[in-house]
């Protein structure tokens, strides 16, 4: 909600605030007037995902304060909602500026409030908070980081019992409470005669989740056969630095090439323009570290090692990317051709994609006989379905196309660190028959057809961005497109319409014609963008997402 930034302001100068946050106020009023005003003209949001924001003073910013209230509202709701007398919450934090500093606030809040907490003795990835979560018993997590943002941000994610991020009442109630702290003197900083414990952990977790990503694996005698395999791996000056390397090297990788510069974890992100494994430009020191090594696979995560991004070599050499969906698709086919092989398939085991997701995963999963579930877009939505399906199928894996993936049950999130591994393997047994990870996805797309997808966003700002988004999913709800680049839609999909799609209501349309072309478009829920989803089937699937972004893109 909108509010007088100069009032906040000034409620802040004057009222029991320490010396360094007043001074900064004062020097930001002074020197930034339109930095003063955005820093003060409302609150911080805290939504269904949490908190994120730019990191400074005032009301609209992440500090110590927006971080203590969001905390508070989360402890009420904790202690107002679930029994028990040791209610646990477990805390870790990536390397960016500021984030083992909220960690440790959020900390102290909790403890005041008199929960049990387990806080992680240094940077950790969001997949050991979703596990320590399970593993301790907690009733919550809390993972300080702003995942590829730019280095100004930072967040707070909460995570449920299950291990997963929150979401529907959940999510809501706590938000709910959340916007009951409307100033910092609710909150309780500093742990009294009553409060609860802080215990630390780390690599008690670390050998728990090393030891289960070891029963993940499908090809011991490949990953024998091929140690050798050169793999560079850069976490992007992320929490990925020692987990990742460590997790390759227990499954008898024994050539993992480092970033040196990269390896340092610096918040400032030094050596990128964005920490983001989704942009190319992210991966050119690693892939100039390959050339001059001749390695055979670049992997990168992102700063909280929830998303990984790899390059391979092509036919002639060249190191070339693979997008969320080609990753995504191809680890699918292995796991599932694996699986297959060992005997492990029945009726009960399932994959989950989301629905901007590529439709190559559902083809792979019913050729093997596998049922794939779609879900809105975020992976909290395939942890629902994992938990939902607890004791009555087996999840095998699933994915998204924005780089994130997971494998096996223990872990609610996307995983980089298991997708690390499970490429690497892949790797190595693509390579017992004579293949490298190019030419596995040509031969997928051989066996299914070729595949492509394309995402172009469109930024609106403001209120009349927002005004315009809407306007432009009204009328594609009134005037649907008839055809898509020549070939009829024979579906159409809203999925605000609870009842024919099954799934919670989201503002996102779905068309798809008789060729397997589709579309998705969906305004983004946390940036003022609409995003257009494209999918082509077809040897001219390239050729198509053009035609298609021309079509749909104005």
């Known amino acids: 909600m909108a509010q007088d930034f100069n009032a906040a302001a000034k409620a802040w100068l004057e009222g029991d ?47 110590r304060y927006t971080v203590g209230m969001a905390t508070q509202g989360l402890a009420n709701y904790i202690k107002s909602h679930v029994q028990g007398e040791d209610l646990r919450v ?106 609860g414990e802080i215990e630390l952990m780390g690599r008690d977790i670390d050998e728990a989740y090393f030891n289960d990503v070891l029963t993940l694996m499908l090809s011991p005698e490949a990953r024998a056969a091929h140690s050798d395999i050169k793999i560079v791996y850069t976490p992007l000056h992320g929490c990925g630095v020692r987990i990742v390397p460590e997790a390759l090297d227990r499954l008898g990788f024994k050539n993992i090439i480092h970033v040196p510069a990269q390896d340092v974890s610096d918040g400032d992100f030094p050596t990128v323009a964005s920490p983001n494994p989704e942009e190319a430009s992210a991966l ?51 796991i599932l051709t694996r699986w297959k092989e060992l005997g492990k398939l029945d009726g009960s085991k399932y994959v989950v994609k989301t629905i901007v997701t590529t439709e190559l995963i559902r083809q792979i999963a019913a050729s093997f006989g596998v ?48 997708s690390c591994c499970m490429v690497a393997e892949c790797a190595a047994w693509a390579a017992e028959q004579g293949l490298t990870l190019y030419q596995l996805m040509q031969k997928i797309y051989k066996e299914y057809g070729y595949r492509k997808e394309g995402l172009v966003s469109l930024v609106r700002k403001g209120k009349s961005g927002a005004e315009e988004i809407q306007q432009i999913m009204k009328d594609m709800r009134a005037n ?33 014609d008789e060729d397997g072309d589709v579309v998705s478009v969906r305004p983004s829920g946390t940036e003022p963008k609409i995003k257009f989803y494209f999918g082509a089937a077809g040897d001219d699937a390239d050729a198509k997402i053009g035609r298609l972004k021309e079509q749909f893109v104005k």
């Open 90 to 195: 477990c805390i870790s934090y990536d390397s960016r500026n500021n984030s083992k500093l909220f960690a440790r606030i959020t900390a102290d809040v909790l403890v005041s409030n008199g929960l049990h907490v387990f806080l992680f003795e240094n940077i950790r990835p969001i997949p050991l908070l979703s596990y320590a979560v399970r593993a301790k018993k907690a009733v919550a997590g809390v993972m300080i980081t702003a995942s590829h943002n730019p280095k100004e941000y930072n967040g707070y994610k909460v995570f449920w019992s299950d291990g997963a991020q929150i979401i529907s009442p959940v999510d809501k109630d706590i938000v709910a409470e959340v916007a009951k702290i409307t100033e910092p003197s609710m909150v309780k900083f500093t742990p009294g005669d009553e409060c």
């Open 480 to 512: 649907p497109p008839a055809e898509l680049v020549g070939s009829k839609v024979n579906k159409v999909i809203d999925y605000l319409d609870t009842e024919a799609t099954g799934l919670p209501s989201s503002n996102v349309l779905q068309f798809f």
């Open 284 to 334: 050119k020191m690693a892939i100039e570290v390959a050339d001059r090594e001749g390695a055979d696979i670049v992997m990168a995560t992102d700063p909280d090692a929830d998303r990984m991004g790899i390059a391979v070599r092509d036919e002639q050499g060249r190191m070339v990317l693979f997008n969320g969906n080609q990753t995504g698709a191809m680890l699918t086919y292995y």
């Open 17 to 63: 605030f320490d010396p360094e946050t007043k001074g900064k106020i004062l020097e930001l009023r002074n020197s930034d007037p339109a930095g003063f005003e955005d820093a003060f003209y409302r609150n911080l949001e805290f939504g269904t995902g949490g908190l994120r924001g730019i990191m400074g003073v005032g009301t609209n910013r992440m500090n």
């Open 371 to 418: 049922k794939c579930y779609d879900v809105l877009t975020g992976f909290k939505f395939i942890a629902d379905v994992v938990r939902r399906n607890e004791g009555k199928g087996e999840f095998i894996c699933g994915g998204e196309e924005s780089y994130g993936f997971n494998v096996g049950e223990f872990v609610r999130d996307k995983d980089a660190p298991i």
